[in-house]
């Protein structure tokens, strides 16, 4: 399973719960994690050698974390990042406090340990899915900085916010990685390894078989030069005979693909290296004497107080680092977990606190006990917690692997829940399940829609996006797909069917874009992407559409006070709000300047206190969308709500059963937060 680079445009908004009657710029907001720890695919390792219990991890899509008491909690920080798929961290070892971050949105610069940050410049950056290792290094002088549609750059120490310098002749490649070894630069690029002398790049091949071309790691220590090719592993320099030489691993089973290195700053013998992330099972080996023997790692150990994770073990190395002033501790990256072992790699224990590195897609509150939270969640699937967040459980018994989506639960009878997983395979299967058991065990439910049918449209995937039950019927429930339409069952899942008669635009995206009438039957609204509102009065046997113009659509909120106020999140700044039941719409405008990729995504009512509105953005680029907004007006001006956490992209507003002065908040890679509101003093 793996995790997207792009902002995840899925989720599912419920109603928040206030009972502030406040204007807005007296509402004053705290956040606080609310987990879960752990799980995400971690990037990057970089540690401070002035201070090493000071740790901080890259994320693929949540920043930037820092550990100050050796990994056992983290915190997030990285106020002014922009770019949340990091590729690479380094320190200045000559002045610690300053970090350099590489990101999909360009160079970061931090002179205060990460909490500030500054782009340097927006030109480099590195967006491949596979990153490399030690892409930032920093020399006497000099940072280098290896990209992978640019070469390699050149920026001077004594001014950091400079313009970096293109080191000409590896445009064309991807840097997988850069070293210094007897006073020359060296570079793993995907058509071999190069070192710099003087300004020429020379390709070093001598040694290598024909068809080694694609160098994904490489490493200097005391006297040694290491280098990882793709297929065939592990390669060390010899400096008398100037060329390569093989080290290949020689225990079974022979990984696939090779991708990560390892070598111990004084002790040139002490080599790691592991699989590639594409390739399965994830393997990570030793050699204490510079490759003639190996050794297989086995030994990780998950946290017994941590989230279960969809996997236990080893889950695709990303980067490795010793911790400086030890001989023995190691931390380590991959697509799940942070890892650190004490005694040279023999044995790994997970690190979780803090790391909330999940997409969230949904979050729903238990109906008649507010401390049970359902989490919809990217890769994991569904997790519960019976404690508000403290601590959490996987329930994915029955169901297949893949993205939850969303959760509905029977207002009626609670231990039925209907689960939806954003997942259409190649036989055109919607994972649709249900649970009579509080998630216990599921039962599959699901249906095929045919998949030639697709519409060719940028932003149609044909995945499926939202789950609603009707309330007035058990045995009813509907199924919202972009691309796809409406689905509908009127017998719990037996037997299915398409319902968009008059549906023009079946691109249905975005929390509650599906929308059951909570008090008139046969009643729903579905927003749309490029077709505005739509709504139905026979249960969805037909649909009328509701505005006018390509509009693009995407949450949609009832008033739990008054079910004629209806409010939708539309693309730019804007959103919808109508207060006849759908039949006229009236447009508002957030105090930000519109942008095409960025979009109203999720909205909400306050059930006791009816003015006050939330509406989160999202971006469908991977830059930092405007955040959260409040209304106190009923939506008729908001104000931006100050956020000291980096900003991404909002997912879900759910609420606090119980607790009226405060939400959680879904985020597209930080996991969840609380929300708690309060006045001003």
Known sequence: MTRRL????????????????????????????????????????????????????????AGIYRSRDGGNHFELIGKGLEGFTVADIAINPAAPHQLVALTDDGLYFSIHQGDGWVRITGEIRYPSRFFGSRLLLFTRNSLWIGTDTNGVFKLPLNNLKASPQPVPGLERFKVNGLTVYEGFLYAATSRGVYRLEGQTWNLQHKGLLRGSGEIMDIASSRNSLYMVEKQRGLFRWNATTLAWESRPVSLRPHPKGYKSLLVHPDNPNLVFIASHPENWPHLLYKTRDGGSTWESILSFQVDPEAPPNWTSTLSGVEEMAFVPGTSQSIFMTDWWNLWQTADDGDHWYQKHHGLQNTCINDLKIHPRN????????????????????????????????????????????????????????????????????????????????????????????????????????????????????????????????????????????????????????????????????????????????????????????????????????????TLLISNDGGENWQESRLPVTAAQEMAVYSVAFSPRSPGLILAGTTRSDVRATEGLFISTDGAKTFRKVPMDLPKVNMMVITPTSGEPDAAYIGFNGTGIFRIDLGEKP
């Not at 987990?35 to 901080?56: E, L, Q």
């Open 6 to 61: 792009i902002p995840l445009i899925s989720a599912i908004l419920f109603p928040v719960l206030f009972t502030i009657a406040a204007s807005a710029e007296s509402i004053r907001l705290s956040w606080h994690p609310a987990g879960y720890g752990g799980g995400g695919r971690f990037t990057a390792v970089a540690i401070d050698p002035s201070s090493p219990k000071t740790v901080y991890v890259g994320s693929d899509v």
């Open 370 to 573: 507010p401390k049970t939270l359902y989490l919809c969640a990217a890769d994991n699937g569904l997790m519960i917690s019976e404690d508000s967040g403290k601590h959490w459980k996987r329930s994915m018994n029955g169901v297949v692997d893949g993205h939850a989506q969303e959760i509905e639960i029977s207002p009626k009878d609670p231990s039925r829940m209907v689960l939806l997983i954003n997942l259409r395979d190649k036989q055109g299967k919607i994972h649709v399940y249900e649970s009579r058991n509080s998630g216990a065990n599921w039962k599959d439910i699901g249906f095929s829609v045919p998949v030639e049918t697709l519409a060719k449209r940028g932003y149609v995937d044909g995945l499926p996006t939202n789950l609603e039950l009707d309330p007035f019927s058990e045995e009813t429930i509907y199924v919202g797909i972009n691309g796809y339409g409406v689905y509908k069952t009127t017998n719990a899942g037996k037997t299915w069917s398409p319902m968009n008669q008059g549906l023009n635009a079946p691109f249905i995206k975005g929390p509650g874009a599906l929308r059951v009438h909570p008090r008139l039957p046969g009643i729903l609204f579905a927003a749309t992407m490029a077709g505005g509102i739509y709504k139905s009065t026979d249960g969805a046997s037909s649909w009328r559409r509701m505005t006018t113009g390509e509009r693009f659509a995407f949450g949609m909120a009832v008033d739990p006070s008054n079910p004629s106020r209806i409010l939708a999140g539309c693309g730019g700044n």
